[in-house]
């Protein structure tokens, strides 16, 4: 919302500076965003007559001026506008005056004739024809206005106002205008609001033989005032009436068009006016629209509408959609001879809904979508046909038309003082609180606060005492502490959450974060099949774009992005981790279920053992122990020799592995990359956090190393569970240590060394004990196909 | 013999004297204290001597012999010392040439701040709650105050999946869910992810963090509000930090206020960090609206509360001077290493 400074003094009298103005504005809860002073980049600029234009003698298109500006001698100022005549009153930039767009005027000579400043168009002072529709624009701008000579130009043609911009809340659609804005100061600066009351004359007759008016709807159209002007004379506004449509930043265009925006700014009813005589049969229906119906809108646009949206029909067809905007059709010519004013109250989430669905926001639908006071149509009309009387734009019809349906019983709320000094946690008497309230147009009918109509957000004590916040002051309410005790603590699961972090940086990993939301085509890219069910995600019906239109059912591809963006920015290594979630469809109904992972990524001089090093330590520092791998050859993300699955009994931890050359292929990545995730709830319920001491061992250990022959494709995990579960009681330790494949060995074998440590917490163990162990180890081996080497 | 003892010790004096590397000393203990040395040589024929005589050189002969051995000892001390500072002398290096770094990650900037909020508020006696991104309707928007069709909802352009799921646009689904499940006293924040229809560039994107508090108890007036904010802001950004509390709108809170910091450039005169306004934007708050508390089966007139929330993207980027918050999302590793 933009205020004229003007206009808002015609209501309450404001004499601060803009700056302390909005700054109070600003503390008592109408954010001002900024600030300007209208044509302040123009300066040095004043009103001269001109005593004489004469031919320039070394030029057939320019002419030389003498011009009076009220000071000394006339100025000799040379120009090429023909429309300069002597006793015309013009703009003069004198020498060192400063014009929009950082123009600098300086004396000069123009073909050998000396030049003391320039005659300004209108263009050259920032202003259209608009703003002074009896100028041309091309030519120097012939003031009309009462002014002297010698006056600077602001203060000559009223290019002087402020124009102040608020950031108006929702709920505060009665701020939307000059009056409410006006209501606001005069309460923070605590000065009388002026509030005039139209007056219209009238010229006789009687409205309804100009109209008649049915409303279908009361619902969303809880009222409807209509008025009839005959004899319309359209034509240019007054000047005072351009300046502060030009300060609120609409476009003058012509008397009746002015005085609808005007009443609009002024009000905050928006208004709208047609041409009676195309309103067929002189009937006006206010219905919902028929099925398939269309309409011709203003901006000459055709419109289909639905039943849903309500519309205001002659006898045969829609002329408006409700609160919206007007049909083509209806529209004000310069031939209009009578016209109707409407000024009505539609339901705001009902225009909200119709203006979103036919995707047209207009200056009245952001005003009626936020809820509108019905009280407020009657002023506003009459305010406009007083205009109208003023303004000799016509002659108003005698009586109105006036259908209201709107509730008449004003809300009430109990007014306790104790109980808002007790929420705010302040002290203020009960009077200064009436005060308040009372200034901003709330009555009183014993401990009943009776809201205004135009508050319609006011509906609880607690926005009461907001009002009474506002004005007390924000910045005086005290500042304490809460009272009770703060026992407050991680949970067991954010603590996890935090070592995964801690151990993975201590890894070598950075972390990364991306978007929850990917493209479809990115299961794709990582070879995912046709029927994978974890195509079926949960998807955006209005995304940004389709790079974030699913919600991601993996986070390999969000990592895969990371190393692929590293690679080609030419990183020669990159270990990254994310802890973030992947997200499970469920029933069309349900919220799908949201999985947190940690998903590991990396390349450089690393191998799929580094990966699984960085996983095996982040689960042993987990505390997540007898877990089980199993080779994997069927993910279609990874390469189908070097990738494995993480279990712990039946419950799949995670999948680990080297990145399928065919990914790599499809994310750019020039060199072998290694993927591991690890789901977090699962891990979390692994894990077993009872850490123990135990005694230092008090007997020697005793070392077996075993080197072993078996088939080459045997996994050696089997070896390993194969020794554990063989080697009795006194096994401590399990060390592989080294594996050969080669000419010294048979084709299709290898050679697989351990070093196995036994040891008793009762004694040192003899030769003899150590090899019974061995012995029974190698017996266990045997029958899984290994022998000692 | 007590001229040859003599001699001896004078010799071995002399030899030690002379002696300047381990290796002859060696040789020198052997010639005169060795099995087949020249002291014992001479020990040897102490049985030719006379009862009278063999105390007498048999006393010299150990002083000579004791003498000459702490000269070695002495002497191997001082070689011993010699050589470990001649290898000190030749072992030095360079010790500008860099070190030898250990692999360490680091978190991410926006954890790095997240973390910190998180403290300050558990400090508090916050305790940290989460719940779905993903989100009914319900309680990202019915539950607050903002039922269907009303016009906050314009101010933040939601995600649909369909007409009753939404991507949450705020965490305080969060809260609404912990007063279904907590009964007051009630302190909480909720961080995490949040969704917002805005085009991704310099300053957008259409995820970014939040974090949510509340307070319901009885007794919580606007006051605890302020002195709390107070204390969360002062611990962020320094006890110097100045604070305003100014009315604004919240369809969830009554009253409601926008907290500004002062700018900590300009102080409050304007600058170009905060846009010439003097004050920075950091979170929005006010005391819970009695119909979410209503809406909770929570009676407004025993329990009263306050509630703020704070993107978190706009704060790390003023603590770090990040002028891009796309960064944040792209993992470069040139980024994520300044932090």
């Known amino acids: ?789 | 013999m007590k001229t040859a003892l003599e001699n001896i010790g004078k010799a071995a004096a002399e030899a030690l004297q002379s002696c300047s590397d381990p290796k002859e000393l060696d040789a020198i203990r052997v010639r005169f204290l060795g099995k087949k040395g020249e002291l014992t040589a001479i020990l040897k024929q102490m049985g030719k001597l006379s009862a009278e005589e063999r105390p007498v050189i048999g006393q010299l002969a150990n002083e000579v012999r004791s003498r000459i051995e702490s000269a070695v000892a002495e002497k191997s001390a001082i070689l011993k010392e010699e050589q470990m500072s001649r290898q000190l002398e030749e072992e030095h290096i360079d010790v500008t040439m860099p070190g030898r770094k250990q692999p360490y990650g680091k978190a991410h900037p926006l954890t790095l701040v997240m973390d910190e909020i998180k403290e300050i508020f558990l400090g508090m006696g916050f305790d940290v709650v989460s719940g779905p991104e993903v989100e009914y309707d319900h309680y990202n928007f019915e539950m607050l105050n903002i039922p269907k069709d009303h016009p906050a909802r314009d101010t933040q352009d939601t995600f649909y999946i369909n007409e009753n799921i939404v991507l949450r646009t705020q965490t305080s689904p969060v809260q609404v869910r912990t007063m279904e499940t907590r009964r007051p006293p009630i302190r909480v924040i909720s961080p995490g992810r949040v969704y917002r229809s805005d085009a991704i560039d310099a300053t957008h994107s259409p995820l970014f963090h939040q974090i949510e508090g509340l307070v319901v108890d009885k007794g919580v007036t606007m006051a605890d509000l302020k002195g709390t904010l107070e204390i969360f802001v002062k611990r962020l950004y320094g006890e110097d930090s100045v604070v305003r509390f100014r009315p604004h709108h919240f369809p969830f809170t009554e009253p409601s206020a926008e907290l500004d910091v002062m700018c900590f450039n300009c102080h409050g005169k304007g600058c170009r960090l905060c846009k010439g306004e003097g004050w920075i934007e950091l979170l929005g708050c006010g005391m819970v609206h009695p119909k979410v508390l209503q809406n909770c089966d929570i009676d407004p007139e025993e329990y009263s509360g306050f509630a703020f929330g704070m993107g978190l993207e706009r704060v790390v980027m003023r603590r770090f001077n990040i002028d891009d918050l796309r960064l944040f999302y792209e993992n470069d590793l040139r980024f994520l290493d300044q932090f």
């Open chain 1, 1 to 789: 919302m933009d205020l004229s400074m003007r206009w808002l003094n015609d209501y309450v009298e404001i004499d601060d500076d803009p700056r302390a103005f909005s700054e109070a504005m600003t503390m008592s809860g109408s954010k001002v965003e900024s600030f300007r002073k209208e044509a302040e980049e123009v300066s040095g600029v004043v009103v001269g007559k001109v005593l004489s234009v004469v031919p320039h003698e070394n030029s057939d298109h320019l002419v030389i001026c003498k011009v009076d500006v009220g000071q000394g001698e006339p100025l000799q100022i040379v120009t090429g506008a023909k429309n300069v005549v002597p006793g015309a009153l013009v703009p003069v930039a004198t020498d060192g005056a400063l014009l929009p767009g950082g123009v600098k005027i300086k004396k000069g000579k123009l073909r050998g004739a000396v030049s003391e400043g320039m005659l300004c168009s209108l263009g050259e002072l920032g202003l259209t024809a608009h703003d002074f529709p009896y100028a041309v624009e091309d030519g120097i701008f012939l003031i009309e206005e009462a002014c002297t000579v010698g006056q600077d130009i602001h203060e000559a043609i009223g290019l002087n106002d402020t124009c102040v911009e608020f950031e108006i809340t929702p709920n505060r659609p009665d701020c939307l205008s000059v009056i409410g804005l006006a209501r606001e100061a005069a309460v923070t600066y605590q000065k009388p609001l002026r509030l005039h009351t139209p007056e219209v004359r009238g010229c006789g007759g009687n409205v309804n033989d100009y109209l008649s008016v049915e409303v279908l709807n009361p619902v969303l159209c809880p009222r409807y005032s209509a008025k009839a002007i005959k004899n319309v004379k359209v034509g240019p506004s007054p000047r005072w009436m351009r300046e502060r449509l030009r300060a609120s930043g609409i476009r003058p265009i012509n008397n009746l068009v002015d005085i609808t925006n005007f009443v609009m700014l002024e009000y905050g009813q928006p208004l709208h006016a047609f041409d009676a005589d195309l309103v067929k049969g002189r009937h006006i229906v206010v219905r919902n629209a028929k099925p398939g119906e269309t309409i011709c809108t203003l901006d000459g646009v055709d419109r289909v509408l639905t039943e849903k949206m309500l519309v205001i029909a002659d006898a045969e067809k829609p002329v408006a959609v409700a609160g919206v905007m007007g049909g083509e059709y209806s529209g004000i010519m310069d031939n209009t001879n009578t016209v109707i004013f409407e000024s009505a109250n539609f339901l705001g989430s009902s225009v909200r809904t119709t203006a979103r669905a036919l995707a047209m926001r207009t200056d009245a639908s952001a005003r009626y979508e936020k809820g509108l006071d019905p009280k407020n149509t009657y002023g506003a009309i009459m305010r406009a046909c007083e205009l109208v009387e003023l303004l000799g734009a016509g002659e108003v019809v005698d009586g109105i038309i006036d259908i209201d349906n709107s509730p008449q019983e004003p809300v009430r709320i109990g007014f306790e003082p104790d109980w808002i000094n007790g929420f705010l946690g302040i002290e203020i008497p009960a009077e200064e609180m009436r005060a308040i309230l009372e200034r901003l147009g709330f009555d009183f009918d014993g401990d009943q606060i009776i809201v205004p109509s135009f508050r319609g957000d006011v509906e609880h004590k607690a926005d009461i005492a907001e009002e009474i916040a506002r004005f007390y002051g924000y910045d005086k309410i005290p500042t304490t502490a809460i009272r009770g005790i703060a026992k407050a603590q991680l949970t067991p699961e954010q603590k996890f959450e935090r070592n995964i972090h801690q151990i993975l940086q201590a890894c070598g990993c950075y972390e990364v974060a991306t978007y929850s939301f990917i493209s479809p085509k990115y299961y794709d890219n990582i070879r995912l099949p046709a029927d994978s069910p974890l195509r079926d995600c949960v998807v955006i019906t209005n995304p940004l774009g389709e790079d974030t239109s699913v919600m991601r059912t993996t986070t390999l591809p969000s990592m895969l992005e990371v190393l692929s963006h590293n690679y080609n920015n030419r990183s020669a290594a990159f270990y990254g981790y994310e802890i973030g979630s992947e997200y499970i469809k469920k029933g069309e109904n349900e919220l799908p279920d949201e999985n947190q992972q940690v998903t590991i990524g990396l390349y450089g001089e690393a191998d799929f053992y580094t990966l699984k090093g960085i996983v095996e330590t982040l689960l042993e520092r987990l505390h997540v122990v007898d877990w089980d791998i199993r080779p994997e050859k069927q993910h279609p993300t990874f390469h189908p020799g070097r990738c494995a699955v993480l279990y712990k009994g039946d419950r799949q931890i995670g999948v680990l592995g080297e990145v399928h050359p065919l990914v790599l292929q499809n994310y750019s990545i020039g060199v072998r990359a290694y993927l591991a995730k690890l789901d977090i709830n699962t891990l979390f319920a692994l894990a077993d956090g009872k850490v123990e001491y135990k005694p230092m061992p008090k007997f020697p250990a005793t070392t077996r190393d075993l080197s072993l022959l078996c088939e080459e494709d045997l996994p050696i995990v089997e070896i390993e569970k194969t020794i554990r579960a063989s080697a009795g009681p006194h096994l401590e330790e399990v060390k592989f240590f080294d594996i050969y494949k080669g000419t010294q060995i048979a084709a299709g074998k290898k050679s697989v060394s351990y070093s196995i440590t036994l040891r008793s917490a009762t004694g040192t163990l003899t030769d003899a004990e150590a090899d019974a162990a061995v012995k029974q180890v190698l017996k266990s081996l045997e029958k899984i196909g290994v022998t000692l080497r």
